[in-house]
């Protein structure tokens, strides 16, 4: 596992990191906590030594899970949680704060994400609240998730945050044309979230796959009839990169977002232990350059159709 500083801050990421929204069982068709607990001591026994969640996610049971795994193990690793739309006004983000700091067992976060923008709260007020609570020692680095470059510069001119996470895949590349280059030319962090494009991108799905109850993934652009398809068959255009590498499709999806240019970590999901040491296999080898360039290609059979969708979960297409 390669470690990689976050920004200009001191906190070094491993280069994968362990997204836990499934641990709050409201998205993916439900969670397992021994499974969760599991796959998160998992992951620190593999040099995984960042981990991510939200209040958002089923509601603070995810945060309760993350606390009660680490609990011992706090001085291990690092965390960040978000949080959600409804708490930004600037009492309501300290509160917010709190109740998270209470479910994960801890007197501090290591990074604390606004979760998306919220039209209807001035950005100076949210963004003023994460500044005390730094300067307070309740988190040591603040982060942005899902905001675009112009309201990414808006924040920038109110305080300094050290780390963006949005989306990106070799299904999902919006962020190459204008969030990336700022983001290195601001020495800002970027941790990514569905490297494997909620996974997509494993090999594990087929054309008449039917999804659980609960499962969410069925509502996402990418999952629709027809554009599903042509991502499957991406996927498929994996496989001689992973035979030629013992490795597999989904490891060479991984590998190929951490070798982009600016990415610091890929935060990947995971429901139990076996699915952990899957994703650490994207780490420590390295796809060539002619590889990377094969890849990009094939990928951009997908994205150069896409139209720019709002978010990664939202079907509203922006008209530019």
């Not at 998270?100 to 501090?108: I, N």
């Amino acid at each position: 596992m390669e470690y990689r500083r976050m920004g200009r801050s001191d906190l070094k990421l491993s280069e994968i990191s362990l997204g836990c929204w499934v641990m709050g069982g409201d998205y993916w068709g439900g969670a397992d906590d021994n499974e969760s607990i599991g796959a998160i001591l998992e992951a620190v026994e593999n040099g995984i030594n960042f981990f991510d969640t939200a209040e958002i996610y089923g509601r603070g049971r995810s945060e309760l899970v993350l606390g009660k795994a680490l609990k011992g193990r706090r001085h291990e690793v690092y965390i960040s949680s978000k949080v959600w739309k409804s708490n930004m006004r600037y009492k309501d983000v300290f509160k917010a704060c709190e109740e998270s700091l209470k479910r994960l067992g801890t007197d501090y976060i290591d990074i604390y994400f606004i979760h998306y923008p919220n039209d209807e709260v001035d950005i100076e007020e949210t963004m003023s609240a994460m500044l005390e609570l730094k300067k307070q020692g309740k988190i040591r680095e603040i982060g942005l998730s899902n905001f675009s470059r112009k309201q990414m510069e808006e924040a920038l001119k109110i305080g300094r945050f050290e780390v963006i996470q949005p989306c990106y895949s070799l299904l999902w590349r919006f962020i190459e044309e204008d969030i990336i280059p700022f983001c290195i030319e601001h020495e800002i962090g970027i941790v990514i979230y569905s490297p494997l494009a909620q996974g997509i991108l494993t090999g594990k799905f087929t054309k008449d796959w039917t999804f659980k109850e609960g499962d969410g993934r069925k509502n996402v652009p990418l999952f629709e009839k027809g554009r599903f398809e042509e991502c499957l068959d991406v996927a498929e255009g994996l496989k001689p990169y992973a035979e030629r590498h013992g490795k597999t499709q989904g490891q060479v999806a991984i590998n190929w977002a951490i070798s982009q240019p600016g990415i610091t970590s890929a935060i990947v999901g995971a429901r139990n232990a076996r699915q952990v040491r899957e994703n650490v296999g994207a780490s420590g080898w390295k796809l060539t350059d002619s590889e990377l360039a094969e890849t990009d290609r094939l990928g951009r059979k997908v994205t150069d159709k896409l139209p720019k969708f709002e978010t990664f979960f939202s079907k509203r297409i922006i008209n530019e």
